[in-house]
């Protein structure tokens, strides 16, 4: 099915290690969203990208970086994981420009930061 | 700036009961779009309803219904006879129009019990 794919689904990293996110996309949407979901707190915008090649900060930037890899692809980089960072991600997708577009989302990454 | 407020962070009915499911939310924006998704226990977002502020127009689907009230900024959703399967978090979302972000709020965690 049509559809957001994330990899992995679950991960434990120790506080300093690095990984990447991976999201893809195969709706042809231009615009792609990263955002952390923590009890008590909903979700909250972490970056996005309107189209390929741009990529703005969202509500929580701080101890991540994107990268618009191509029109399918919008991965998240932690550089140096701390426990803070312990969350569910959800990658997403949309359509661009001013109107009701709804969003995909992916099922989420489950990752632990000991 | 914009804001979604869910002010009920838990609900507990018995089934058949019928529930509301409260949002508020704030915006300057003229034309903006508001949303409902359903995250059950297994996780993944589910889209629920788009509705856009030009549109005040209340909406059933099934059990369902939303009650759309720009006078008091409010985009109440209401399960009529709850179902055990109703038991998930409830989030309401906001997009203004000008913008692809959408904000959510904290969400509701709805338990149906049997």
């Not at chain 1, 991540?64 to 803070?84: G, I, Q, W």
């Not at chain 2, 939310?25 to 629920?48: A, C, I, M, N």
């Not at chain 2, 856009?52 to 009650?67: H, K, L, T, V």
Request: charged share 20%.
């Amino acid at each position: 099915n049509a559809g957001v794919t994330q990899t992995p689904k679950f991960q434990v990293l120790k506080t300093g290690q690095s990984m990447t996110l991976q999201c893809a996309q195969d709706m042809n949407h231009n615009s792609m969203y990263w955002y952390r979901q923590d009890p008590g707190m909903g979700l909250r915008l972490i970056y996005y990208s309107a189209s390929e090649g741009t990529t703005d900060k969202g509500e929580v930037p701080n101890g991540y970086n994107v990268s618009r890899l191509n029109k399918r692809e919008f991965s998240l980089r932690l550089e140096s994981a701390a426990p803070s960072q312990t969350s569910v991600y959800f990658c997403a997708s949309s359509e661009t420009g001013p109107g009701g577009h709804g969003y995909t989302f992916g099922s989420g990454t489950r990752l632990t930061v000991v | 700036a914009q804001k979604v407020t869910q002010a009920q962070t838990e609900i507990s009915v018995v089934e058949k009961e019928d529930v509301t499911l409260d949002c508020v939310y704030e915006t300057r924006d003229t034309t903006y779009y508001l949303f409902w998704y359903k995250q059950p226990p297994s996780g993944e977002l589910v889209f629920l309803i788009r509705r856009n502020s030009f549109d005040e127009q209340n909406e059933i689907s099934g059990r369902y219904s939303w009650n759309f009230q720009k006078s008091t900024s409010s985009f109440n959703f209401t399960i009529t006879a709850s179902q055990v399967v109703d038991s998930a978090v409830y989030f309401c979302a906001l997009k203004g129009g000008a913008t692809n972000k959408l904000i959510f709020g904290t969400g509701t965690l709805l338990a149906v019990q049997p």
